[in-house]
Structures are given as C-alpha cells and as structure tokens.
C-alpha cells in the first residue's frame, strides 16, 4: 500500500503564511502526480493546486500568485507554500497522489488523512 501523511497545518492570521507538507510511504514503484485538495465544511472538495513528476504544476483560480506547490522526487514529498492566506483559504487541506506500487502496476490514487488549516483574528 501507499501511505500519504500531511503536515503543516495550524491557525494563521490572515495576510500570514504556511507551508504544508505531504510524505508518501510503503511499497512505491513511482509517483505521477501530486496534487492538494481542500474541503471546507459544506463545501465540495476542490482541486487547489497540482504537479507532475516532470514539475509542471496548475493552480486554482483563487489561489494563483498566493500558493506555490513543489515536490521532492527523491523524498517522495510535495509541498504547498501558501502566502498571503485570506479566511476564505480555512478548510481541510488534503494530499493525492497517483502511484504504482511496482513495474507493471496500473497505479491507483491514494489520499492523505488530511490537515486544517484556519485562517482567522
């Protein structure tokens, strides 16, 4: 199995900063994408922001020029740096990826438990 844990969440002040951190584990052959969802309560789940193992990277319209995604290849890791954080960013910040546990897996998508984020004075 693949197991993706989240770090990094906490209570901010708006205008402040975070930096959310996800680490996959166990059998990994190799990791396509990396992604980060959020999901605010009575909201539906939406796509935040994405990468692919060659580093090309999308952002949703509301957090473009604030969030940056990244990931390290080599730790199996991806990151979000969100800047200028805004109330309306207060949700539950949760990682995906699509992976191959060994050669020949077709792959599957797995998901983190998640991490809050609560942006408020």
């Known amino acids: 199995q693949v197991q993706l844990v989240e770090s990094g969440g906490g209570l901010v002040q708006p205008g402040g900063s975070l930096r959310l951190s996800c680490a996959a584990s166990?059998?990994?052959?190799?990791?396509?994408?990396m992604r980060w969802y959020r999901q605010a309560p009575g909201k539906e789940r939406e796509l935040v922001a994405a990468?692919?193992?060659?580093?090309?990277?999308n952002y949703a319209d509301s957090v473009k020029g604030r969030f940056t995604i990244s990931r390290d290849n080599a730790k199996n890791t991806v990151y979000l740096q969100m800047n200028n954080l805004k109330p309306g960013d207060t949700a539950v910040y949760l990682c995906?990826?699509?992976?191959?546990?060994?050669?020949?897996?077709?792959?599957?998508?797995?998901w983190g438990q998640g991490t809050q984020v609560t942006v408020s004075s």
């Open positions: 166990g059998s990994i052959f190799s990791i396509n994408y």
């Open positions: 995906n990826a699509g992976a191959r546990r060994y050669n020949g897996d077709y792959g599957g998508s797995y």
């Open positions: 990468i692919t193992s060659a580093g090309s990277t």
